[in-house]
Each structure stands twice: as structure tokens, then as C-alpha cells.
């Protein structure tokens, strides 16, 4: 009885093994059958296309290499100096033959401050600070000579998301004309940007993950086309490969205004305010995607609406919500910034505002934003 027992317990154990081996075998041929037939059917590129493929990497290689060669002559760095020290420095170009210079006015700003440019081929140059932008982080300059090479300017409207952009500048203020590559990764970005002092909102920022780094500030963002795009200005200390450009565009009536007038004109409506979204008018008035709520300032002695201002003389009270101007709605692509600084002084624009739960209408002139 008990050799019987023995033998029952072998042949259970083999007929175990066998099922398992067959369920295995099974099993196997379920999960990884279809895989290994898969793979076995991916595309393989023909020499052909292996032949295309390098020719397109040569090609964009020597698209970026020759952007550079034109592009870098115009690129300048700028040394800021205080009682002959060095206290700071940043990028710059040149936009004209006759040596006016397009930077960041935070790289700049400061009393009691010289400026040096250096061009690409090392030469020295004494810079006069022409004028600063009251409301973008903008600056121009002027150094003396003539037949400067110059950096031809693109159209910001035009760009993608996803498209090549390379960024030139003097990079943590030792290496100059440091070349970097990445592509745009958003368009008309709201950034807050600066230090805990001293802040900028830059409206419609460029998005970049082009490497830009201290240094960098004021140089140029460049399409493969040779043409700049943007003022490289800020970049996201949380995150990684996050920068930030100011659309050319904006600039471009800077450079207009100081030849014209020699300063910039920017007109001015006088009010401070937060963003609200999706404004909600009722059943008769609709809705609207964004609006501008006047409110009094983050520190003590900031009114909503600035004394004397065009928008004191208009009548716009804190609490208001402007949703459009001149019929125009207000929107992410359409910033009351943007709207406001399209127009010139002396222009009457008509806003719609909500107060109290009502939708209403006031004709405002807009005035000459004038530093103290």
C-alpha cells in the first residue's frame, strides 16, 4: 500500500510538470507570440531614406551655423560699472548702422552707473543710455560710430509652437556670444518677472526651452531664417529649460519713437488691475473669456486708479471690470495692455466696463506716460 501511495505521488507530481510545461509553452506563445510578430514587421528605413535623413540633419546643421555667422556680428555684451567696478552685465544688439542698441532695461538701470558695449571682434565702446521703456522691460542705447553690422528684425506675430529658435548672449557674464538651440514651446505667456523689489510683466512673452542663463539678459532670439524674433529676458527659476522672450514686435516702436522723438512714446491710461476670468454679464450681455478688474496696488499708497491719470478724468472707479475696448474683447491674445499700448496719446478709445452688475460704456483719452 504505501509503494503505491509513492507511485501515485510521482505520477501526480509528472502530470503536474507536463500541464505546467504545456500551459507555460501556451502562455508564452499568447503574450509574446503576437510581440515577436510585431517587431518582427516594424519598417526598416531603406538606405534611401537613412540617405535623406542625413542630409536633412546636414542641411538644418548648416541652417543654424549660418544664422549664427550673420547674426553674431550685431550681438554685443554690456558691462555695467560703478565707481570703475563692475557690478553687473548683459547682452544687447545692434539695430542700426549707426550704433543704436536694443537691450533689457533691468540691464541698465541703476544711478550713477557707466556702460561699456564690447563688440564680437572685442572692441570697447562708451554707451549713452537713450531712454527705457515705462512699461516693458526694454532699453536703447547709442554708442558712437557708424557702419556697424546690424541685426535684421522678423515679425513675432508669425511665429509657431514647436519651430527652431537659437539664442546668442553673453552667458554668466564671462562667455560671450554663447550659442544655444531649442524650439518656442508657448506663445503670448503673462509672466510676472524680476526680484523681490523690482518686478516686470512682460505681456505675450515667447516660450522657449532654449538654454538662456544670467548673462543672456537683452540678447537676441533668432529663427533659422536669420531674423530676430525676441529680447531674451527671464527665465523660470522652478523649472527646468523654461525662458523667456519679449515678442520683437514690441520693441520695434521703441526704435521708431527714439529716432522720431528721441524717447518713447507710450500712451497711458492710468489704472491697476488683476485679471479675471470668464466675466460673467447675464443672459442679455454674454459672457466674456477675460477682464480687467481695477484694484489698488500689492504695497500701501498704490490706487487702482492713478491720480491725474486719464482714467481718474474718465471717471473709472476700483471695482470696475473692463471687458473691451473699442469693441475689441478682451482676451489672452488681446491683453489690455496690448490694446492700450497699440494706440498713441491723444487717441480717445471707448471701453466697456461692468459696475455693479451693469454693463456701461466711458470714452477715455489716453495721455503720454511721463517719468518723474
Do not use: C
Not at 291 to 296: C, R
Amino acid at each position: 500500500m504505501e509503494k503505491r501511495l509513492q507511485m501515485i505521488l510521482i505520477l501526480g507530481i509528472a502530470i503536474a510538470a507536463i500541464v505546467g510545461a504545456i500551459s507555460g509553452a501556451v502562455g508564452g506563445y499568447v503574450f509574446w507570440g503576437p510581440l515577436s510578430s510585431l517587431s518582427s514587421i516594424q519598417p526598416k528605413l531603406s538606405d534611401a531614406r537613412v540617405e535623406q535623413k542625413i542630409v536633412e540633419l546636414i542641411e538644418e546643421e548648416s541652417a543654424t551655423i549660418a544664422v549664427v555667422e550673420s547674426v553674431t556680428p550685431a550681438v554685443v555684451s554690456i558691462i555695467v560699472k560703478q565707481d570703475g567696478f563692475e557690478i553687473s552685465s548683459g547682452s544687447g544688439f545692434i539695430v542700426s548702422a549707426d550704433g543704436y542698441v536694443l537691450t533689457n532695461r533691468h540691464v541698465v538701470d541703476g544711478l550713477g552707473t557707466s556702460l561699456t558695449v564690447i563688440t564680437n571682434n572685442g572692441e570697447e565702446l562708451q554707451a549713452k543710455p537713450i531712454d527705457t521703456d515705462p512699461f516693458q522691460d526694454i532699453a536703447v542705447l547709442k554708442v558712437d560710430g557708424d557702419g556697424f553690422t546690424i541685426a535684421q528684425l522678423g515679425d513675432s506675430d508669425k511665429i509657431q509652437i514647436g519651430q527652431t529658435v537659437i539664442a546668442i548672449g553673453n552667458t554668466l557674464s564671462e562667455f560671450r556670444n554663447t550659442v544655444t538651440k531649442g524650439v518656442i514651446s508657448g506663445i503670448n505667456r503673462r509672466v510676472v518677472a524680476g526680484s523681490a523689489v523690482n518686478t516686470d510683466v512682460i505681456e505675450q512673452a515667447i516660450q522657449t526651452d532654449a538654454a538662456i542663463n544670467p548673462g543672456n539678459s537683452g540678447g537676441p532670439l533668432i529663427n533659422l531664417k536669420g531674423e530676430i524674433i525676441g529680447i531674451n529676458t527671464a527665465v523660470s527659476m522652478e523649472g527646468e529649460s523654461i525662458a523667456f522672450a519679449i515678442p520683437i514686435n514690441q520693441a520695434k516702436r521703441a526704435i521708431e519713437d527714439v529716432r522720431q522723438f528721441g524717447h518713447i512714446v507710450r500712451p497711458w491710461l492710468g489704472v491697476r488691475y488683476v485679471l479675471v476670468q470668464q466675466v460673467e454679464l447675464g443672459e442679455q450681455n454674454g459672457n466674456y473669456e477675460l477682464g480687467a478688474m481695477i484694484v489698488e496696488g500689492s504695497q500701501p499708497g498704490q490706487p487702482g486708479v492713478i491720480p491725474g491719470s486719464p482714467a481718474q478724468l474718465a471717471g473709472l472707479k476700483e471695482g470696475d471690470i473692463i471687458v473691451s475696448i473699442d469693441g475689441t474683447r478682451l482676451s489672452k491674445d488681446d491683453s489690455l495692455s496690448k490694446l492700450v499700448s497699440a494706440r498713441r496719446p491723444g487717441e480717445t478709445i471707448e471701453l466697456e466696463i461692468l459696475r455693479n452688475a451693469v454693463l456701461q460704456k466711458i470714452s477715455v483719452t489716453l495721455a503720454e506716460y511721463k517719468t518723474e
